[in-house]
């Protein structure tokens, strides 16, 4: 069984021993906006919803607690919450990883001395998104907060550790634990020792008292106490890095692209610790036992909502997936490029100023073309993002393990490898994020004997080939790079810079 | 905004509304003190065909009785010519204040409308207007991406379960359109099929579309039915049973037809209303499709079917 509590809505989903989906049972949680830029969440709303879909999930699958052999839990990263020890009531919201409340206090923290050695000990760049800052604005901003956080009287927990603890009891004995993959996530851990670093918790002014113990992926060893006692919480990943284990993406070299309203990519660096040499983030993929893989990780920004802001704020299309139906009543893309830079540069480029950009527009240019244009900046901007991986690794990766919602979009698929010029892959279960946990867990409890196990149960559903002509792949990529060098021109030249 | 031209709010206005079937019923009546006033009301009625009165009591009237129009596909039908009419922007309370209806009534009538988007609501304003789809009545119901999309999970469940390949199929151009494409799950190398066009009569898949399309059986009929293999189907009498038997059990079968050593089993997408859409089926050798006698086998059968249902069921959900 795999708990997967993401942004917008925490779901519980059963598998079998082949890794077939039995039963899914789904809810909804608010997303609150108190102010422009800020997003929060209700934990205890959260918790509730687990507390409904756990027992529906069993009922639909048509089995008892005993019959459940492990509980895996995966959760959107970087979102935490802070509660009472005492009597588990959360201290305001949880802070959201997309909130960016913390512009400021980010920019602060850039001229603070010691910066480049964070970047060191964490493997992140300091930025709005990761756990650190938020904490560090609400131990300022909220009143008494500090205090009872030194004294212990509070508890930080990224979801995991949130559900976990409820889980396994609350106030009557929580166990308060986090996995490797969170944590590396927060900026407070150090990739090395694989546990907080007193000089990250200095750096941020956090209290190590409120943290939880970091365990790995597969040592979390809990028993459920509420909602479905006896259910044995054997596993916990962070969402992205359980999707790499559920594409079983185990070999070094291997990555894993999940395209949503962002893409993310991780590349498996093995045992070794990479330091990104172009603009990647370094994590953990996941800890089986003692030794962890190290990943390589860039994030898209904005890929599956480009093509909602095309069919929102555009209107040229009626429903996301039309965008292809569109885009193939052309032949190409007219010599048309849009950068998406809606929120500044992510990886590679990490430029925050940035701003996007259609660029190659004559009297030729049709809706057609845009749609291309939309499809194709996320074509691109993966191979950006595996240009660098493979020059970090120093090797090139043979092939692309792809799953979410836009690995419906044939003509997208078709591109990736084209640019990438490897085949794409899409396996047979799409629910990669919690089979990828619940992995984890089935492995925990001896349910599956070993990794090798797990990938006999990976299968292929759908596989697209690069046909581009290698002349015409590098031309195009070209002109996307000048498209991508425009944003940067324009960062430069905006007066507020 | 959807923009109505007058060539077609001419046509939208000229609907006939109500065309409703005839059936014949014979009623008798034993109370000649009833007479006049049951007399005075069949003969309001249109559809008396006859009334024989005899000398004694009784009397016998046959008529075709002409089922009442439905009131609420009137009161669509008024919707949708309020709409055509002058702004063609209104909110609820104006629509049920002009046509005389309770608030509730019309906001049943307009979320029905906008289910099959024949009415879309201004997400700023909350105001209805005509929807999009009523333009391209008889064009395409559904965008061969989308139902992609919205199947591709379904899909993926069918091949799990099944051990088979899958594919999903719309009409094109007098063909069977493969508009997605899930492989058989064994880690055999196989190539994708999005894009390919298969025949209609020699495929699961096509006796779906065939089965329930009237005007692209007719054509079928008219066209020399290409032999594939020799268990083809080359006569437009023998399709035609066969096409009356898939209408009859729901799901389509094929065996060595279109490739001999191979069969494919498939059952048809709907959307809300019923109308056909595409269709979902699975695809491998014949002795793993069907049993000793040559039949798909049931379980197999079921699956399709189930998948099919599954499909039907999240276009209805997300419309």
Known sequence: ?497 | MTQVTPAQRARFDNVDTYRVRSCDHSVTLCSNAALPAVFRRFSRSRGVESCSTLPTRVVSITFAAVPGPIQSIERAAAVLRLLARGSGHHGLTEIADSLGLARGTAHGILRTLQRVEFVEQDPSTGRYRLGAALLHLGTSYLDANELRSRSINWADTLAARSGQEVRIGMHHDGAVLVVHHVFRPDDSVQTLGIGAMLPLHATALGKVLLAYDPDLSAAARRRELTSLTRRTITRTQALERVLTEVRAQGWAGEAEEYMPGEASIAAPIRIPGGLVVGAIGISGPVDRLCDTAGRPRATLVRQVSQAAEAVTTSLVDEN
């Not at chain 1, 009557?172 to 000089?199: C, E, K």
């Not at chain 1, 195009?476 to 430069?492: C, D, G, I, S």
Request: hydrophobic fraction near 40%; charged fraction near 20%.
């Open chain 1, 1 to 497: 069984m795999a708990i997967d509590q993401g942004t917008t809505s925490t779901r519980c989903i059963v598998f079998d021993q082949n890794a077939r989906l039995v039963a899914v049972a789904q809810r909804e949680h608010r997303q609150y906006h108190p102010r422009p830029g800020w997003v929060e969440q209700d934990a205890v709303e959260i918790w509730r919803n687990v507390d409904r879909i756990m027992p529906q999930a069993l009922r639909q699958a048509g089995i008892t607690a005993d019959q459940v052999v492990a509980l895996g839990i995966t959760n959107q990263r970087e979102t935490f919450v802070l509660w009472d020890r005492h009597t588990g009531v959360p201290v305001g919201r949880a802070i959201v990883w997309e909130d960016i409340r913390t512009e400021e206090l980010v920019a602060t923290l850039e001229k603070q001395p010691g910066i480049e050695e964070v970047r060191e000990r964490c493997g992140l760049p300091l930025a709005t998104y990761f756990s650190a800052p938020s904490l560090r604005w609400m131990l300022d901003n909220v009143a008494g907060l500090r205090s009872k956080a030194e004294r212990g009287d509070v508890l930080f927990g990224t979801m995991d550790t949130w559900l976990i603890w409820n889980l396994t009891g609350g106030v009557n004995g929580g166990l308060h634990v986090t996995d490797v993959t969170n944590a590396s996530r927060t900026m407070l851990m150090n990739l090395s020792t694989r546990q907080w670093d007193p000089m990250l918790l200095d750096f941020f002014g956090v209290p190590s008292a409120i943290l939880p113990e970091i365990r790995p992926s597969t040592e979390i060893s809990g028993k459920t106490t509420r909602v479905v006692p006896g259910i044995s919480i054997t596993a916990a990943l962070g969402d992205q890095h359980a999707a790499l284990f559920g594409q079983t993406c185990f070999e070094k070299g291997s990555i894993k692209g999940t395209y949503g309203t962002g893409g993310f990519l991780l590349m498996n660096t093995g045992t070794e610790l990479v330091r990104s040499k172009h603009g990647l983030l370094t994590t953990i993929g996941y800890q089986i036992g003692g030794e962890p893989a190290y990943a390589l990780e860039g994030s898209i920004a904005v890929a599956g909502s480009l093509v909602q802001w095309f069919r929102d704020n555009l209107g040229l299309i009626h429903s996301a997936p039309e965008i292809e139906t569109l885009a193939r009543t052309v032949k190409d893309n007219g010599g048309c490029y849009i950068v998406p830079a809606f929120s500044g540069l992510f990886a590679p480029h990490w430029l925050a100023q940035a701003r996007g950009l259609v660029v190659g527009l004559t009297s030729y240019i049709n809706k057609g073309h845009l749609a291309r244009a939309v499809l194709e900046a996320t074509g691109w901007q993966t191979r950006e993002v595996v240009d660098a991986m493979n020059a970090d690794l120093g090797a090139p990766t043979p092939v692309l393990k792809v799953d979410g919602g836009m690995t419906a979009d044939h003509l997208l698929m078709q591109f990736i490898a084209d640019v990438l010029d490897i085949p794409v892959m899409r396996p047979l279960v799409a629910e990669t994020v919690s089979l990828g946990a619940a992995y984890a867990a089935g492995l925990a409890a001896g349910y599956w004997p070993d990794l090798e196990g797990l990938r006999r149960n990976w299968h292929l559903a759908a596989r697209w080939n690069p046909v581009m002509d290698a002349r015409h792949r590098e031309d195009e990529y070209a002109n996307w790079k000048r498209a991508v060098e425009l944003t940067f021109a324009w960062a430069r030249s905006s007066p507020s810079t």
